[in-house]
């Protein structure tokens, strides 16, 4: 990973590294906490969402879910930048146990408003955590170090997400009905009707979970604020539109921001139309197997961040990114011909090509979020870390609106193999760009 950062020898680095291990497995912990939460009880609400029949709903989640990025992230970078990261990394997560209580009372009760207030909280603390964690990692190791530490972590929270997404759908197996002593089911049922075993289990983990993941982040080093004159920035997103904006002149940092925005569009709409794959409109699966359709994909990811720790070295590191764009459009379009399989294969060949597309989003991933996190000077993390959030959530509420389109599509498959078209023309924008880009950052002094 190129910086301006001098080389640090090899055995400070080893014990640097060593030194910090403890330091750094509280931070990955309650961040990998907080993955599993956010995808455990986001699963849950569109699983159930897609088996009433309402897979539209989804998109209106997600929105719900991005839209504090792009309010918020201007606040957050300036809380980052201006405090010291620990104190705003433990002051989200008290507010994600507050997001995880409306949120369990929405999945118990059926409560669409409660889901959506809950995701709109959940976002909020996940835009404020972000640049505070994302920005301490830098802090914490040397630039040599952070793109293999930013893929353990990936790796990490991969395994999280994973196990959220999965127990999501073994949970809302179990649809026996909960008691409630003198209530009536009209007056306990919601939208999804009355409240089941299954979405008791969800509302008792995600608050469970959140607890666990504050008293984790305790466990967070502090380092001293790293712009305590930095002023606030009143003008909200307009400040981050600013900050995005000035950042042209840094051509590769700038690509970078584009890079990540993409792969977290495509993700967004890859998720969704997975979901709407397994469902009653493609391969009619229950809950629980539906979300097993997403577990390659997940540990794809993970496989393609740890293998681009290897590739995505040195003043070339930004090699593997057009390449992976167009490995992702050729297993995305491929997708188009499983209905073609025999029926038995269908499933495990759709499985096959999803475990290649998340490599091929996680050659793309670690390398670029890396750079975000590497590139700024220490002063500005906060507020370019929450910039480029801003970007990506863009990108994911874009997401949204697309994904309604491709699900209009009577096939959901062939959506999913429509969408491939997206990474090859990101390729294409990647191939012309990067080469003017790398020529500018070799001049950069």
């Known amino acids: 990973m190129s910086d301006a950062t001098a080389s640090v020898p090899e055995a400070p680095l080893k014990e640097r590294v060593a030194k910090a291990r403890g330091k750094f497995l509280s931070m990955a912990s309650a961040y990998a906490l907080g993955a599993f939460n956010d995808n455990f009880f986001k699963q849950a609400g569109m699983l159930m969402m897609v088996q009433a029949g309402m897979t539209d709903k989804q998109a209106l989640a997600i929105i719900f879910f991005m839209l504090p990025f792009l309010i918020f992230a201007s606040y957050a970078g300036w809380l980052a930048d201006r405090y010291a990261k620990r104190n705003v990394i433990i ?82 197996v179990n649809k026996n009905s909960v008691e409630h002593p003198g209530e009536t089911v009209a007056q306990v049922e919601g939208a999804f009707g009355e409240p089941t075993m299954g979405r008791l289990y969800i509302a008792i983990t995600v608050v469970g979970v959140a607890l666990c993941g504050l008293g984790l982040s305790l466990g967070v080093p502090k380092f001293p604020s790293a712009n305590p004159t930095a002023p606030f920035p009143w003008a909200g997103p307009v400040e981050t539109l600013k900050t995005l904006y000035g950042l042209r002149r840094d051509k590769l940092l700038f690509v970078s921001i584009f890079g990540c925005s993409f792969i977290w569009f495509l993700a967004v709409v890859q998720v969704t139309l997975i979901n709407s794959i397994g469902g009653i409109r493609q391969f009619a699966l229950p809950e629980d197997q539906i979300s ?70 996680g050659l793309i991933m670690v390398p670029v979020e890396s750079f975000i996190q590497i590139r700024p000077a220490p002063e500005d993390k906060g507020k370019v870390i929450a910039a480029a959030n801003f970007a990506a959530y863009l ?25 491939g078209a997206f990474a090859l023309v990101a390729g294409v924008a990647l191939m012309l760009l990067l080469p003017k880009a790398a020529a500018a950052d070799s001049n950069r002094v």
């Open 91 to 172: 002051g989200a997560k008290v507010l994600e146990v507050t997001a995880m209580l409306a949120g369990a009372a929405g999945i118990f009760y059926g409560s669409l408003p409660l889901i959506y207030i809950m995701l709109f909280i959940i976002g909020t603390q996940a835009c404020i955590f972000s640049p505070a964690l994302n920005g301490s990692i830098p802090e914490l190791y040397p630039a040599e170090y952070v793109t293999q530490a930013n893929a353990k972590v990936k790796l990490a929270v991969n395994v999280m997400i994973l196990a959220g997404i999965i127990l999501a759908g073994v949970c809302l």
């Open 292 to 361: 097993m359709l997403l577990v390659p994909q997940m540990v794809g990811l993970g496989i393609g961040g740890v293998v681009s720790g290897f590739l995505a070295k040195g003043p070339r590191w930004h090699r593997v990114l057009a390449p992976a764009c167009f490995g992702l459009a050729l297993c995305m379009g491929a997708v188009h011909f499983v209905i073609e399989a025999p029926e038995g294969l269908r499933v495990s060949i759709f499985m096959t090509l999803v475990g290649c597309v998340g490599f091929f989003g």
């Open 395 to 419: 990108g994911m509420c874009i997401a949204g609106g697309v994904f309604k389109a491709l699900d209009l599509l009577p096939a959901p498959l062939d959506a999913f193999a429509l969408s």
